[in-house]
């Protein structure tokens, strides 16, 4: 599976951006994607997921604002980013599992090549 993520830049806080993740591999519909975030000298954390079938999960810190979704007859994974926050900027990974649904990051082995957020306030 090779990924392949888009749609970073700068915005205001309280504005919106999408990011997309596309990928190749025809099994890719069937496998969890999920979205990661590294902010400069943190941890990279998981920011949401969604399995095969359309279950999803998100990081506290994101609930409510951000949404994940996918479109398999493109195979390609989107990220919708409202309400945003100088706190959410960072470099943002899409990844891939071999497992049908996943929130664990080392349980991920494909990824991106990430797409700078960045939010200013």
């Known amino acids: 599976v090779q990924l392949q993520a888009s749609g970073g830049g700068l915005v205001q806080a309280g504005d919106s951006l999408r990011l997309s993740c596309a990928a190749s591999?025809?099994?890719?519909?069937?496998?969890?994607t999920g979205w990661f975030r590294q902010a400069p000298g943190k941890e990279r954390e998981i920011v949401a997921a969604i399995s095969g079938g359309g279950n999803r999960y998100y990081g506290d810190s994101v609930k409510g604002r951000f949404t994940i979704s996918r479109d398999n007859a493109k195979n390609t994974v989107y990220l919708q980013m409202n309400s945003l926050k100088p706190e959410d900027t960072a470099v943002y990974y899409c990844a891939a599992s071999s497992r049908v649904y996943s929130t664990s990051r080392d349980e991920y082995g494909y990824w991106g090549q990430g797409t700078l957020v960045t939010v200013s306030s």
């Open positions: 591999g025809r099994l890719f519909s069937l496998s969890a």
